[in-house]
């Protein structure tokens, strides 16, 4: 009888086991760097934007995520557990979702000083409390020279220059001197002859750069060159210099961190990713040639051979002296 019962109690154990995973499911969501007020029910609130895909399109999510911290300016990719509630309220949610990890993060906005350098930035609008001026039919540009400390451009009638000191996230701007024509932008012209005065911090995001002046007005400048290439080897330069891997870029490229030859340290670099034949695809996955001159690495092979360790590949190195190094890389996006 006790055997029985056993039987029949590790029976229904199963069953509620079997039931409680089919009311739990597994999502994997990317979470954008800011949240956007919407409405649940009738009343306003914050809400998270996220998608499943990056193909895909955000959608507002008006609900807390157990465990779940938003920082602005930071994008995520994060596992939940979606668990089906039994007793909903009324129009509530009828689901909880917690935490499981976040695969990673992502920092989407930069202060670092070098990504205003060896660039053209075409002023879009000007914003004030909260109204926008479309700046573009100006034509208006700004080049900052951050290495003379000189801030030059044009400005919808004129050319101007002026001093300008920069630190990371900070512009000091000098006195303002400027031609002398007449034109009829004359209004946006103003504006930001007002907005380059006094003290200024900036910002980049998705490949735009913000400067907040002391007046309250925020410039929204796209670049000629996109800020990619920069913003890598930026961040490329926080990462661990031990630490061996290779990310795909939103642009195509790759950004490999590889170990320099004979010194004790990893070479930073952007890299291409080269079309394999036939024969190559039995023991290649990615080829990857570097974008300018590297000055030690020639081609890095990412290799098919299968490696236990979670997102480790093997891979060959070759340097510009024909010497072949195989490792391990790790694989960061």
Same mark, same amino acid.
């Given at each position: 009888?006790?055997?029985?019962?056993?039987?029949?109690?590790?029976?229904?154990?199963?069953?509620?086991?079997? #039931?409680?995973?089919?009311? #739990?499911?597994?999502?994997?969501?990317?979470?954008?760097?800011?949240?956007?007020?919407?409405?649940?029910?009738?009343?306003?609130?914050? *809400?998270?934007?996220?998608?499943?895909?990056?193909?895909?399109? $955000?959608?507002?999510?008006?609900?807390?995520?157990?465990?779940?911290?938003?920082?602005?300016?930071?994008?995520?990719? #994060?596992?939940?557990?979606?668990?089906?509630?039994?007793?909903?309220?009324?129009?509530?949610?009828?689901?909880?979702?917690?935490?499981?990890?976040?695969?990673?993060?992502?920092?989407?906005?930069?202060?670092?000083?070098?990504?205003?350098?060896?660039?053209?930035?075409?002023?879009?609008?000007?914003?004030? $409390?909260?109204?926008?001026?479309?700046?573009?039919?100006?034509?208006? @540009?700004?080049?900052?020279?951050?290495?003379?400390?000189?801030?030059?451009?044009?400005?919808?009638?004129?050319? $101007?220059?002026?001093? *300008?000191?920069?630190?990371?996230?900070?512009?000091?701007?000098? @006195?303002?001197?400027?031609?002398?024509?007449?034109?009829?932008?004359?209004?946006?012209?103003?504006?930001?002859?007002?907005?380059?005065?006094?003290?200024?911090?900036?910002?980049?995001?998705?490949?735009?750069?913000? #400067?907040? *002046?002391?007046?309250?007005?925020?410039?929204?400048?796209?670049?000629?060159?996109?800020?990619?290439?920069?913003?890598?080897?930026?961040?490329?330069?926080?990462?661990?210099?031990?630490?061996?891997?290779?990310?795909?870029?939103?642009?195509?490229?790759?950004?490999?961190?590889?170990?320099?030859?004979?010194?004790? @340290?990893?070479?930073? $670099?952007?890299?291409?990713?080269?079309?394999? @034949?036939?024969?190559?695809?039995?023991?290649?996955?990615?080829?990857?040639?570097?974008?300018?001159?590297?000055?030690?690495?020639?081609?890095?092979?990412?290799?098919?051979?299968?490696?236990?360790?979670?997102?480790?590949?093997?891979?060959?190195?070759?340097?510009?002296?024909?010497?072949?190094?195989?490792?391990?890389?790790?694989?960061?996006?």
């Amino acid at each position: 009888m006790m055997r029985k019962l056993m039987i029949a109690f590790i029976a229904l154990a199963g069953w509620l086991s079997e #039931i409680k995973a089919q009311e #739990i499911e597994i999502k994997r969501w990317y979470v954008a760097d800011s949240k956007t007020a919407c409405l649940l029910g009738d009343a306003m609130t914050s *809400c998270l934007r996220i998608r499943e895909s990056e193909d895909s399109n $955000f959608v507002n999510f008006p609900y807390t995520i157990e465990g779940f911290n938003h920082e602005k300016g930071f994008e995520y990719y #994060i596992e939940v557990n979606q668990e089906k509630l039994k007793y909903p309220e009324g129009d509530g949610p009828k689901y909880k979702w917690t935490l499981n990890t976040i695969i990673y993060q992502k920092n989407t906005v930069h202060l670092d000083k070098r990504i205003l350098a060896n660039n053209t930035f075409q002023l879009i609008n000007i914003e004030q $409390f909260g109204k926008k001026t479309l700046a573009m039919r100006a034509k208006p @540009t700004l080049i900052f020279n951050t290495d003379s400390n000189l801030i030059y451009g044009f400005s919808g009638c004129n050319n $101007f220059s002026a001093s *300008c000191s920069y630190a990371n996230a900070l512009m000091q701007f000098g @006195t303002l001197n400027s031609t002398l024509k007449t034109c009829n932008f004359s209004d946006i012209e103003s504006k930001i002859n007002e907005a380059l005065k006094g003290k200024a911090t900036f910002y980049a995001r998705h490949n735009m750069l913000y #400067i907040v *002046c002391e007046n309250f007005m925020t410039l929204h400048l796209r670049p000629e060159k996109k800020l990619d290439s920069i913003i890598n080897i930026i961040e490329l330069e926080k990462e661990p210099k031990n630490d061996v891997n290779f990310m795909k870029n939103e642009d195509g490229s790759y950004r490999v961190n590889a170990p320099a030859m004979h010194a004790a @340290t990893n070479l930073f $670099f952007i890299y291409r990713s080269s079309k394999l @034949t036939d024969s190559e695809r039995k023991k290649i996955k990615y080829k990857f040639i570097p974008i300018g001159m590297n000055p030690e690495i020639s081609m890095v092979e990412i290799l098919t051979k299968a490696n236990e360790k979670p997102d480790m590949y093997y891979a060959i190195i070759t340097y510009k002296n024909g010497t072949k190094k195989e490792m391990e890389i790790r694989d960061a996006n």
